[in-house]
């Protein structure tokens, strides 16, 4: 499982912090969400979607988690709602019920974003 000790902190006091995540060290901040876009793995997103209370991520998971890495990668900021919708297809409703935290706390993290608060 995890390792959610503080280990390797930066010095900057930033609030990121590592932890071993699908066997991979991966950079995250005081909040929980990716420090690094490229740190991101289907496996790290596996175990992180167990940890939410989320213990198996279907094709629909998958869909919208792949709409926002894409989307991400491609803008380099997060896709707003209505770009959501209109990417996967499924309602606001739909999509907030789809993951445990909603779309921020919970598809987001998964799709390995960073923290909104970081993002411009």
Not at 51 to 56: A, C, H, I
Not at 66 to 95: C, M, Q, S, V, W
């Amino acid at each position: 499982m995890s390792d959610a000790s503080g280990a390797g902190g930066d010095a900057a006091g930033s609030g990121r912090h590592l932890r071993t995540i699908a066997g991979q060290e991966i950079a995250f901040d005081g909040e929980g969400f990716f420090w690094d876009f490229d740190q991101w793995s289907e496996e790290a997103a596996r175990e992180l979607a167990v940890e939410s209370g989320l213990e198996q991520l279907g094709e629909d998971h998958w869909k919208v988690i792949r709409f926002y890495r894409e989307y991400f990668a491609y803008h380099r900021r997060a896709p707003l709602n209505r770009d959501i919708k209109k990417g996967t297809g499924f309602t606001l409703l739909e999509l907030q019920g789809m993951f445990p935290g909603g779309l921020k706390e919970g598809a987001r993290r998964l799709a390995g974003l960073p923290n909104p608060k970081s993002c411009n």
